[in-house]
């Protein structure tokens, strides 16, 4: 019997070494991932945060303002000043300009939805969105997340050219373009919580694409990252239950490659017991620890980002 059951426990073993070693092969005939397609994500995320952080900005910018006033009434006190009584970097400074240096979007960080869990990708143009200097008027914001919006046209269009010559599933290009057209429109009517949803969306296709492709990226750590965004926007709609079922699924996905993923056993170790945070936030319906928790679970997809195969 010991017998039998070691050489049925042999052929497994052959035959699931030459699954892999197929699935290798199949993927290094196709052809290399596009620039356009990390691109064209990268751009996706960073219009996002944007988004995310116009109610912030119009924060600082009241608050700005106010200080503007207040300095514009105290205008004659200084017009009564001497020169030499003014501090030398202040000498050629209007009150506006006085008051636009003290007010730091960093300070103003309000109302976001999934803004935190966004800098947990660590991308530049990101991160320093809060260190930006502030502008004007809103309006300067909503001209430049349009401006992004036309470049994101742009690079599908060059993507959208590399995806018919690989024969891509037609469903999965028009879902993205349906999205993409909706964001359009949402951001034509400033509506911030749609654009966010029809950006994330976006994302998921993105990680559809690259099955076409031969890539580095880990495109269950893609659709990971998409699920967890998913969820804190379903907190915010008071949607606990969808959201708990959409993190639940990212488990079953990590337990079901448990064989790839264990093999880091700190850092696995360190995701499975963030998600099981967010789970707990979600389960108490606190929206507060929902998006403290997602970010951590994040950074720790982004552990796993790319296959070991571009590791070595």
């Known amino acids: 019997m010991r017998k039998i059951i070691s050489i049925l426990l042999f052929f497994v073993l052959i035959l699931s070494g030459c699954a892999k070693s197929e699935e290798k092969t199949q993927e290094s005939s196709l052809p290399k991932e596009p620039k356009s397609l990390q691109s064209l994500q990268d751009s996706i995320l ?108 742009k690079n599908w269009n060059n993507l959208q050219a590399s995806m018919i010559v690989v024969s891509a599933d037609p469903e999965y290009i028009k879902s993205f373009e349906t999205n993409l057209n909706s964001l359009t429109d949402s951001i034509a009517q400033y509506n911030i919580f749609d654009s966010l949803i029809y950006c994330n969306n976006m994302t998921k296709y993105m990680s559809s694409f690259r099955q076409y492709f031969k890539t580095y990226i880990n495109t269950d750590i893609d659709v990971a990252k998409y699920s967890i965004r998913k969820a804190v926007l379903l907190c915010d709609m008071e949607n606990y239950e969808e959201a708990l079922a959409t993190v639940s699924k990212i488990s079953e996905l990590l337990n079901s490659k448990n064989e790839t993923y264990s093999k880091q056993k700190e850092k696995f170790a360190k995701l499975k017991y963030s998600i099981q945070a967010l789970e707990k936030s979600i389960e108490s319906k606190n929206l507060k620890l929902v998006q403290i928790n997602a970010p951590i679970v994040i950074s720790n997809l982004n552990e796993f980002k790319q296959k070991e195969t571009s590791k070595n």
Request: glycine share 0%.
């Open 46 to 153: 960073i219009i996002m945060a944007k988004i995310d952080l116009m109610p912030s900005i119009n924060d600082a910018l009241e608050t700005r303002n106010k200080l503007i006033d207040t300095s514009l009434k105290k205008e004659k006190e200084l017009a009564s000043l001497s020169e030499s009584r003014l501090p030398e970097k202040d000498k050629q400074k209007t009150p506006e300009d006085m008051e636009k240096d003290k007010v730091k979007l960093s300070s103003h960080i309000v109302n976001t939805n999934i803004y935190q869990s966004l800098l947990a990708e660590d991308i530049q143009d990101i991160n320093k969105l809060e260190k930006d200097p502030l502008k004007f008027k809103l309006e300067e914001y909503w001209l430049g997340i349009n401006k992004d919006l036309v470049d994101i046209h």
